[in-house]
C-alpha cells in the first residue's frame, strides 16, 4: 500500500513558477514508476509528466515539454514537478500517482492516486 499527499499548488501569474512535492508513505517507493497528472473542470485527467523507477525515464506531454521537469529523491520518498513559464492553460488539479511501470502511469491502470492540489494560474 502506498498513501500519496501533494502540497505546493497555489495562485500564481503567468509567467510564474510553482514547484509541487509530493510525499510518499508505504513500501517500495523507489519500486514505483511516479507521474503527475492534471484535470481542469469539463475536461479529462491527463497525464503531465512520468518517471521511472530509479528516475533513469521520462515522459513529459507536448504541452509542458520545456517548461516542467520532473524528479524523484527515493531516500526522501518524495517526488516533485518543477513547473516554470506557467501559463493560463496550466489551470487544473494536479494529482500525484504511482504505478508498476512507467508504461502504466495511463488513468485506467494507476496503483495509487493522491487527493491533489489545485494550481491556479492567471492571465
Known amino acids: 500500500q502506498v498513501q500519496l499527499v501533494e502540497s505546493g499548488g497555489g495562485l500564481v501569474q503567468a509567467g510564474g513558477s510553482l514547484r509541487l512535492s509530493c510525499a510518499a508513505s508505504?513500501?517500495?517507493?523507489?519500486?514505483?514508476?511516479m507521474g503527475w497528472f492534471r484535470q481542469a473542470p469539463g475536461k479529462e485527467r491527463e497525464v503531465v509528466a512520468a518517471?521511472?523507477?530509479?528516475?533513469?525515464?521520462?515522459y513529459y506531454a507536448n504541452s509542458v515539454k520545456g517548461r516542467f521537469t520532473i524528479s524523484r529523491d527515493d531516500a526522501e520518498n518524495t517526488l516533485y514537478l518543477q513547473m516554470n513559464s506557467l501559463k493560463p492553460e496550466d489551470t487544473a488539479a494536479y494529482y500525484c500517482?504511482?504505478?508498476?511501470?512507467?508504461?502504466?502511469?495511463?488513468?485506467?491502470?494507476?496503483?495509487?492516486w493522491g487527493q491533489g492540489t489545485q494550481v491556479t494560474v492567471s492571465s
Open positions: 518517471i521511472g523507477g530509479i528516475g533513469i525515464n521520462t
Open positions: 500517482a504511482a504505478a508498476a511501470g512507467i508504461s502504466r502511469l495511463r488513468v485506467g491502470s494507476v496503483d495509487y
Open positions: 508505504g513500501r517500495s517507493f523507489s519500486s514505483y514508476a
